[in-house]
């Protein structure tokens, strides 16, 4: 476990990373399904939850990267600050 501007680097990238993955995924459910704001928000943060173990289990093969629960939780963050924006910014 790092401490320190490094982790809080690793941690905003992370968040950073799945803000996009937020939005479109935000996108096409609603140009495609009829959710409430509640039902996009729990499916596009779930898939992201779902996605985030995909990628650490991914990083045990990778001699750089070190896998952890706090990355998951960024992605998790990450994709509801997507959804969050494109509600904010009408983008559907």
Known sequence: MRIGSLYVADFLKNIIFFVPFGIL??????????FS???????VTLTGGLLGPA??????????????MADIFANILGSGLGM???????LK
Do not use: N
């Open 55 to 68: 990628i650490e289990v991914l990083q045990l093969f990778l001699p750089t990267r070190t896998p952890g």
């Open 37 to 43: 704001y509640l039902g996009t928000f729990l499916i």
């Open 84 to 90: 969050l924006v494109t509600f904010t910014l009408k």
């Open 25 to 34: 995924l935000t996108v096409i459910i609603l140009r495609k399904y009829a």
